[in-house]
């Protein structure tokens, strides 16, 4: 993973009070709104969780285990509230529409491949906590 092109783009995208996240809640609903009701009417603290965690990401990118663990845990708590594996394509797709939306001219096509990768990485290892039934 381009790391250095993450951090970057990131920084081109990341909105004072929570404006990326925000707006990626807004294109998820729009999109999925089957998925709206497993939110609070007031997405501000999820949008800022939200936000927490994709930097925390960033920052432990170089370690594995650190990745595995906490991102295994998120995703048994994931399972726990009714997340299904289709919803983290949905989840992957409507955050690089955000980000393309506020870097506009300067996001570039190599940043949605990155973060393309990125997501599906977390996604993956969220999905690995998930219980096996």
């Not at 990131?10 to 709206?36: C, K, M, N, S, W």
């Not at 594995?64 to 509230?81: C, I, K, V, Y």
């Not at 506020?102 to 977390?122: F, N």
Request: proline letters at 5%.
């Amino acid at each position: 993973m381009n790391k250095q092109l993450l951090e970057e783009s990131l920084a081109i995208v990341d909105l004072p009070d929570d404006g990326l996240t925000l707006r990626f809640y807004e294109i998820l609903f729009d999109r999925h709104p089957e998925v709206q009701p497993m939110f609070r009417r007031d997405i501000t603290t999820q949008a800022d969780m939200l936000r927490t965690a994709i930097i925390s990401v960033l920052d432990h990118l170089d370690s594995n285990e650190w990745l595995s663990s906490n991102l295994g845990s998120l995703g048994r708590r994931h399972a726990d509230m009714g997340v299904t594996p289709p919803m983290y394509d949905a989840v992957g797709e409507c955050m690089i529409a955000a980000m393309a939306e506020i870097g506009g001219e300067s996001w570039t096509p190599d940043m949605s491949e990155a973060w393309t990768e990125a997501l599906t990485a977390v996604s993956s290892l969220m999905m690995d906590g998930y219980p096996s039934d």
